[in-house]
C-alpha cells in the first residue's frame, strides 16, 4: 500500500527548498556584509591618505612634471 501524502504540504515544502535554494544563491553572489563593506572602505580611505601624505611635492599645476 502506497504512503498518503498531503499534497498542499508537499507543495509547500517545495517552494520552501526553492526559496532557500535561491537564498543561497544571492548569498553566494552578493556575500559580504555591511560591516565588511564599511571595512574595507574605511581601509581604502586610510591608504589613499597614507600614499597622499608620503608625496614629496604637492601637485599645483595640471601637468604634474617638473618645470
Request: glycine share 6%.
Amino acid at each position: 500500500m502506497a504512503e498518503i501524502i498531503n499534497l498542499r504540504l508537499a507543495r509547500k515544502a517545495k517552494a520552501r527548498a526553492a526559496d532557500k535554494a535561491q537564498a543561497d544563491s544571492n548569498r553566494a553572489r552578493h556575500g559580504r556584509t555591511a560591516a565588511e563593506r564599511k571595512a574595507t572602505e574605511a581601509e581604502a580611505e586610510r591608504l589613499a591618505r597614507t600614499v597622499d601624505g608620503a608625496r614629496r611635492e604637492k601637485d599645483s599645476d595640471s601637468n604634474g612634471g617638473p618645470d
